[in-house]
């Protein structure tokens, strides 16, 4: 079992600069993918972000790239989403998910731990 909780959301203007982090606990985090997912009021939950266990491979939906990053710290069992030049279209509960490696998925069926997930609300 991996518990993840995430931290970090809030309310911001558009343009600001938010890092949400996530951590995660109960197993070798290592192990595990990493995923960052969100979903705004009245939309299915989208694919953001994801990870490979080492770190080495990052992979972001189209409306992200270039503003989002996604990193991790295994000596901290932490994933990180720093996110930069915010849209209001950015707005959304922002979800951080694991599965256990090695391929990385941009499908939210595939992962099998969740966390509660934190607001990120951004304003014109």
């Known amino acids: 079992q991996v518990q993840l909780v995430e931290s970090g959301g809030g309310l911001v203007q558009t343009g600001d600069s938010l890092t949400l982090s996530c951590a995660a606990s109960g197993r070798t985090f290592s192990n595990y993918v990493m995923g960052w997912f969100r979903q705004a009021p009245g939309k299915e939950r989208e694919f953001v972000a994801t990870i490979s266990r080492s770190g080495s491979n990052t992979y972001y939906t189209d409306n992200v790239k270039g503003r989002f990053t996604i990193s991790r710290d295994n000596a901290k069992n932490t994933v990180y989403l720093q996110m930069n030049s915010l849209k209001t279209e950015d707005t959304a509960v922002y979800f951080c998910?694991?599965?256990?490696?090695?391929?990385?998925?941009?499908?939210?069926?595939?992962?099998?731990?969740w966390g509660q997930g934190t607001q990120v609300t951004v304003s014109s």
């Open positions: 998910a694991a599965v256990r490696g090695p391929f990385t998925y941009s499908d939210a069926r595939k992962y099998d731990y």
